[in-house]
């Protein structure tokens, strides 16, 4: 943390840490065993949801890597639909999906796209193709076929 413009030299109770998260409240669902180690295993990975889940799923918010990198929401997006009601966030990361896409329909490798020469540029393999493996992961848990047709995308329109 880095604190610029306080007057002196500030002292923890003097700060108040704030979660921002796209995923908010509890999660959906908790797992509690005996072993302490994979209780704390199951935290790290809810905390880890909620700083990688701000507006598009990050891949990881410490290191500048703070982009909708679509090969690390295909490989989550299930766990993250168990975790928490991940609706909203989900049409809404549909959208930038459908808008990122190429002339020629091709996924890119990040959503919304901004990488430098990203508009028209297609994704490589595991990042590019996650976004026609969205459905099926992120449907198993949350999406009806209503919701899948207000996403826009070509492939839900059946």
């Known amino acids: 943390m880095e604190v610029t413009g306080y007057p002196g030299t500030p002292t923890l109770s003097g700060l108040t840490g704030k979660v921002v998260s796209s995923v908010t409240g509890e999660p959906v669902g908790k797992i509690a065993t005996s072993s302490d180690l994979v209780n704390r295993m199951w935290s790290i990975g809810i905390w880890g949801q909620r700083g990688n889940f701000l507006s598009v799923p990050t891949d990881c918010p410490q290191r500048d890597e703070r982009l909708g990198w679509m090969g690390d929401a295909g490989v989550f997006w299930r766990t993250g639909t168990y975790n928490f009601d991940t609706a909203a966030f989900s049409r809404k990361f549909m959208r930038d999906v459908a808008n990122a896409q190429t002339p020629q329909g091709a996924f890119t490798n ?49």
């Open 110 to 158: 990040v959503s919304p796209n901004l990488l430098e020469g990203g508009e028209g540029s297609e994704g490589a393999p595991g990042w590019g193709d996650a976004g026609s493996s969205f459905p099926g992961r992120r449907g198993c848990n949350t999406a009806t076929k209503e919701l899948w047709k207000r996403t826009g995308m070509p492939w839900s329109a059946g």
